[in-house]
Structures are given as structure tokens and as C-alpha cells.
């Protein structure tokens, strides 16, 4: 009995004392994870000039919510959910420098949040090192604090895959894990939907297929939900404006020059070098300096495979390995055109197998050679530091000059009497618009949203003028308009009534 007792109590008290270590230990891991995601929120405000104009597409995204400035048109291709993501402040502020802090620290915290959902998969130190790898990519920290959707497709990729894996591994269990497992599984799944419903379907077919093997029906429910649910305006609007799921579909795969088989890897790597979109892709390759992480990265990501292949826990790297491929195939080699944003998630996926095998390589060699492993990993990581933030200095530079020169028109407009209500057609009449407080129009092309006679009777109430950009012919109803010249553009002003 004496011994029993005894014994028990030995047990008790290792128990206790796993637990003990087992609690610091995550709290030390949280804190690497929540020190990186703060770096990366500190990182853009630096970097990214909070001050810089709204882009293009942010200005679509937006502009749905502002009071301040019309709505652009909402083309096929967009989901709401950088609209729904932005509401909180563009709905009330004009604000950009609110914007863009209010967006760099929801990037932190949405890093954070995506990485901690890998907690058990991998040690804390690789998750760490997998998404401060993710978040010093330049294309990362540019796009991080701007309203745009794929930073938030990969942050839902992240949460989605994490999340299924862990459930999967908690599966005939109920405590509150294994139920946490399952929602986040179906809120990162509805976070990609929510961004770009497209994306998500090829994020997540793996997954789909994963737990139809396994038969883990309460997980499939959970993921395809989340799916359902986020994509579920997207598919409503599809009905309500074009007709069907498969019209929309149709309008835009048109809208983005027709999916179809094309290989769009040399586009890619033609954008490394701080294109925001290169559409038609043309122009010399980067310096190899520029595109050389990008050749390594697949050869990394096999590396990680092997081992976790060796130390039995292949699913944990398999999985966000076969995500990351089927999430950028599409960009890869059905698009006609690139842009870095694109492959955001299968980055953020490939992150985490490819900072396991750079542990693998400066832990697990010889002892003669983890010394030069060592150096070499350091060496690769100064000069990955030193490329990303080049790229993105010249990057924001470049973003910066642009947004102020429609700024620049846009003062030349309201010189010449084109104030808010207005409308302007013609080049870039989205972005001119919304900084001249106008609304915008086309009667052709990707955004045609008006006719030439809805332009005419506009006309006759409010100020309207037409844009045409280097070597443009103005369109007809506006050829005998007031001519005038602001840069590079030439201004029709129709007459006043």
C-alpha cells in the first residue's frame, strides 16, 4: 500500500512538473511568434510610407464604403471582403495615414494569429523563423498594410491548413482543442472566401481531399462552411447581376485575358523586381541577385519534405507543401499576366517546411560541418535581407511618385472647375476620380460600366471631363470639348450645361 501510495505520488508529481514545463514553454513560443508579428507591424510603418496614396485597386475596394468619395465600379474578378476588412475606418475617415496604421497592425495580429495556429505542429523556433521569413519579403511588407486581398487570402491559408492538421491529429478527443481546431479551421477557410473565393477553392482542395480520406465529417463540415459562407455574397451576386455562377466566372476569366493554359512563371519572375503588375509582361529579367530566393525555394521546400519524411511527421510539412502548389498553379500557368501578390499564399505556406529544413541543416549535420552550415544559412539570410528591402525601397518609391501624380491632376482639375459632383471618363479615370472626389466611367473595356449617351446627359448637370492618356485618340463625343493639357494627359472639359 505504502509503496503504492508512493509511487502515485512520484507520478503526480512529474505530472505536475511536465505541466510546469510544459506552460513556460508555450509562452516563450507565443513570444518569439508575437515578437516577429510586432516586428513585421513596426516594419511596414517604417518602410511603407503611411502617407502614400491609395492604389488602383484599393481605391476600388474602398471607395464601396467611403462617404466621401463615390463608389468605383466593382468588376466580376472582386470579392467584398477587403471592403468589409477596411469598413472600420474608411466608412468614417478620410483618413490615409489611419488607413494604413489601422491595416499594418490587423497584419500583425492576423500573422500572429496564423502562425499560433500551428502550435504542436513544429517547434516554436521554426514557426518564428517560417513567418519572419514570410513577413521580409518585400512583396509581404508592401502589400501588408494596404487594402488589398491576397495577404489575407494567405493569412486565411495559414489559419485554414494549421487548423485542419491539428484537428486531425485531436480527432476522438473533446476538449476545448480539439473544438478550437475545428472553428479555426472554418474561419481561415472563410477569411479566403471572404478575399477571393477562387483562391480559396485552390488553397483548399487538398484539404477537402485530405478529410474526405481520413472521414473526419465534422472537419469537412467545418471547412466546406467556412467556404460556403465566405464566398456566399460573391455567388448571391453572381445571380443578382450576371446572370448566373458561371457568367460571373466567365466575365472574369475575360477580364483577366482568359484562363486558360499559360505559362506564367518568366512573368513572375520578371515582377520580382517591384513590379506591381506586369500586364503586358515585357522587359529584361531582375538582377539574378533578385530572383535567386525565389529558384530556392522550391528546391527548400523539397529539402523540408525529406525531413519530415525522415523524422515521421510527413504530414505536418506534406499538406502545406500540395496547398501551396495547387494555390499558385493558377498563377504559374493559366494566367496571361503577373503580379508578385499572387502567389502570397503558396509563400506563406511554403515558409513553414522551408524554416524546418534550414534548422535541419544548422542542427543536424555533422559536427564538422554544422559550423559552415551554419555560416552559410546566415550568409543566405543577410543577403535575402538585402535584396527584400532594395526591392521594396525602390518599390514604395516608385508607388509613392505615381499616387502623387494623381493627386497632381487631380488639383489640376478642380483648377480648371471639375469638382465633386463630377464625373471623368477615359485613362485612369478610376484613380483620378477618386482623388478628384468624381465619379468614374467607361463605356468599354474591363471596368465599362455607362454608355455614351448616360456621359452626354451627365454633362448637361455636372462637371464632366475626359481623359486621354500618351498617344490616345479622344473618344468622339468628346473631340469638340475645351482641350486642355496637364502632364502627359490631355483634358476634354465639356461645357459648362
Request: aromatic fraction near 8%; charged fraction near 15%; include cysteine.
Amino acid at each position: 500500500m505504502a509503496d503504492g501510495a508512493n509511487a502515485a505520488l512520484v507520478d503526480g508529481r512529474r505530472g505536475a512538473a511536465a505541466k510546469e514545463t510544459g506552460a513556460p514553454r508555450r509562452l516563450r513560443g507565443d513570444a518569439q511568434l508575437a515578437a516577429v508579428a510586432a516586428v513585421f507591424t513596426l516594419a511596414q510603418l517604417v518602410f511603407v510610407h503611411p502617407s502614400m496614396g491609395l492604389g488602383w485597386d484599393e481605391i476600388v475596394y474602398a471607395s464601396q464604403v467611403t462617404s466621401h468619395h463615390p463608389a468605383a465600379f466593382f468588376s466580376a474578378p472582386r470579392a467584398r471582403g477587403v471592403t468589409l476588412l477596411v469598413a472600420p475606418v474608411a466608412s468614417w475617415s478620410a483618413s490615409t495615414e489611419l488607413l494604413r496604421v489601422y491595416l499594418a497592425a490587423a497584419s500583425g495580429l492576423g500573422l500572429y494569429l496564423a502562425l499560433r495556429a500551428w502550435r504542436g505542429l513544429f517547434p516554436a523556433r521554426v514557426l518564428a523563423t517560417g513567418g519572419a521569413f514570410f513577413a521580409t519579403l518585400w512583396v509581404t511588407l508592401f502589400y501588408g498594410p494596404q487594402a488589398m486581398p491576397n495577404y489575407w487570402v494567405a493569412i486565411g491559408a495559414l489559419t485554414a491548413v494549421g487548423c485542419t492538421l491539428r484537428a486531425l491529429g485531436a480527432r476522438g478527443t473533446r476538449g476545448r482543442s480539439a473544438r478550437g481546431a475545428l472553428w479555426g479551421a472554418a474561419a481561415g477557410a472563410l477569411l479566403m472566401a471572404l478575399m477571393r473565393p477562387t483562391d480559396a477553392v485552390w488553397v483548399a482542395a487538398p484539404l477537402l481531399v485530405l478529410v474526405l480520406v481520413r472521414r473526419h465529417w465534422p472537419l469537412l463540415l467545418a471547412l466546406a462552411g467556412g467556404l460556403a459562407a465566405g464566398g456566399g455574397e460573391w455567388a448571391i451576386e453572381a445571380y443578382a447581376w450576371y446572370g448566373g455562377l458561371g457568367e460571373r466566372l466567365q466575365r472574369a476569366s475575360e477580364i483577366q485575358g482568359g484562363l486558360g493554359w499559360n505559362i506564367a512563371v518568366d512573368d513572375q519572375m520578371r515582377s520580382l523586381g517591384g513590379r506591381g503588375l506586369c500586364r503586358p509582361c515585357t522587359g529584361a529579367m531582375p538582377h539574378p541577385v533578385v530572383t535567386l530566393w525565389w529558384l530556392l525555394l522550391p528546391v527548400l521546400a523539397v529539402l523540408g519534405a525529406v525531413v519530415a519524411l525522415r523524422a515521421r511527421r510527413a504530414t505536418a510539412t506534406l499538406v502545406p507543401l500540395a496547398c501551396a502548389v495547387t494555390a499558385a498553379a493558377p498563377y504559374l500557368f493559366m494566367i496571361g499576366y503577373a503580379a508578385p501578390r499572387f502567389l502570397q499564399p503558396a509563400y506563406a505556406l511554403l515558409a513553414l517546411p522551408v524554416a524546418d529544413a534550414l534548422w535541419h541543416l544548422v542542427k543536424n549535420g555533422r559536427d564538422r560541418w554544422r559550423p559552415v552550415a551554419a555560416t552559410l544559412v546566415a550568409l543566405a539570410v543577410a543577403g535575402h535581407l538585402a535584396v527584400q528591402f532594395s526591392v521594396l525601397a525602390g518599390t514604395v518609391n516608385r508607388n509613392v511618385d505615381s499616387r502623387e501624380d494623381w493627386a497632381r491632376v487631380a488639383g489640376e482639375l478642380h483648377r480648371l472647375g471639375i469638382r465633386p459632383p463630377c464625373l471623368l471618363t477615359g485613362h485612369e479615370s478610376i484613380p483620378i476620380g477618386y482623388y478628384t472626389g468624381c465619379s468614374s466611367g467607361s463605356t468599354g473595356g474591363n471596368n465599362e460600366n455607362t454608355t455614351t449617351a448616360e456621359i452626354l446627359d451627365a454633362a448637361r448637370r455636372i462637371p464632366v471631363a475626359a481623359l486621354t492618356g500618351p498617344g490616345g485618340i479622344p473618344p468622339a463625343y468628346a473631340r469638340d470639348w475645351a482641350p486642355h493639357r496637364v502632364g502627359d494627359l490631355e483634358i476634354g472639359v465639356a461645357p459648362p450645361g
